[in-house]
């Protein structure tokens, strides 16, 4: 689910810290979220100052974004991404992460797989111990299926919903998003394996060993934390 903690000026200056990794002729992955944005914004400033960048969306509402900022884009298809920028709802000091608050998850983790490095950007709230809940993007067919396995893996699971939409809320690719709560997640490696093989998991947001840096804003400042 969203931590609607952090400060406007923490994200943007986390934001702003990795968008400043981008040299010129890079493609980029561009991540979803409200810390996210503040990178493509700040993308857009150097384009308007010549950086030449193109940039591979993870959802259609940083695919919008970019275009109204004025980020060229380019897909998967054509491209490798050099670098991938993106938040998360939570990250731990071993720099794994639970992603999908935003439902857009699956996307997310294939253009982070995809890139030769990826770059986190986070505000201190983001911080935990140990993670709690994973979003799960599932096939509908799949639901009940995905809940009993799930449940013998020891999470609850819930549907995600939301205000402004009945029913369920659906990736853009058109699935159920469902939140796995498992209270306290000791071995995020050994749960990402099993949640890998549960059929029916379109994919999960447990973002495991794939970070190469986590960029921490704060009111005053930036730390860079690197695997
Ligand atoms: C979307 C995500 C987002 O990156 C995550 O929810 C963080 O968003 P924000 O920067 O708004 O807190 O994983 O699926």
């Given at each position: 689910?969203?931590?609607?903690?952090?400060s406007?000026?923490?994200?943007?200056?986390a934001?702003?810290?990795?968008?400043?990794q981008?040299e010129?002729?890079?493609?980029?992955?561009?991540?979803?979220?409200?810390?996210?944005?503040?990178?493509?914004?700040?993308?857009a400033?150097?384009?308007d100052?010549?950086l030449?960048v193109?940039?591979?969306?993870?959802?259609?509402?940083t695919?919008?974004?970019a275009?109204?900022?004025?980020?060229?884009l380019?897909?998967?298809?054509?491209?490798?991404?050099?670098?991938a920028?993106?938040?998360?709802?939570a990250y731990?000091s071993?720099?794994?992460?639970?992603?999908?608050?935003g439902?857009?998850?699956?996307?997310?983790?294939?253009?982070?797989?995809?890139?030769?490095?990826?770059?986190?950007?986070?505000?201190?709230?983001?911080?935990?111990?140990?993670f709690?809940?994973?979003?799960?993007?599932?096939?509908?067919?799949?639901?009940?299926?995905?809940?009993?396995?799930?449940?013998?893996?020891?999470?609850?699971?819930?549907?995600?919903?939301c205000?402004?939409?009945d029913?369920?809320?659906?990736?853009?690719?058109?699935?159920?998003?469902?939140?796995?709560?498992?209270d306290r997640i000791?071995?995020p490696?050994?749960?990402?394996?099993a949640?890998?093989?549960?059929?029916?998991v379109?994919?999960?947001?447990?973002?495991v060993?794939m970070?190469d840096?986590v960029?921490?804003?704060e009111?005053?400042g930036?730390?860079?934390?690197?695997?």
């Amino acid at each position: 689910m969203k931590n609607r903690g952090g400060s406007k000026e923490a994200k943007r200056r986390a934001g702003r810290s990795a968008a400043d990794q981008v040299e010129d002729g890079d493609v980029v992955g561009l991540g979803t979220g409200s810390t996210a944005a503040y990178a493509v914004e700040r993308l857009a400033e150097r384009v308007d100052a010549g950086l030449d960048v193109e940039g591979v969306p993870t959802s259609s509402a940083t695919r919008r974004l970019a275009i109204q900022e004025g980020v060229p884009l380019t897909s998967l298809d054509v491209e490798t991404p050099d670098l991938a920028i993106d938040g998360a709802d939570a990250y731990t000091s071993d720099l794994d992460l639970v992603k999908g608050g935003g439902a857009a998850h699956t996307r997310e983790k294939v253009v982070a797989e995809a890139s030769e490095s990826f770059l986190v950007v986070v505000d201190p709230s983001k911080e935990v111990e140990a993670f709690e809940a994973v979003p799960l993007e599932v096939l509908e067919h799949a639901l009940p299926l995905v809940m009993e396995t799930v449940e013998e893996l020891g999470g609850e699971t819930l549907p995600r919903k939301c205000d402004g939409k009945d029913g369920w809320v659906v990736s853009d690719d058109g699935n159920p998003v469902l939140d796995a709560d498992f209270d306290r997640i000791d071995d995020p490696r050994e749960l990402s394996r099993a949640l890998d093989g549960v059929t029916g998991v379109v994919e999960h947001g447990l973002f495991v060993d794939m970070a190469d840096e986590v960029h921490v804003g704060e009111d005053e400042g930036v730390t860079v934390l690197n695997r």
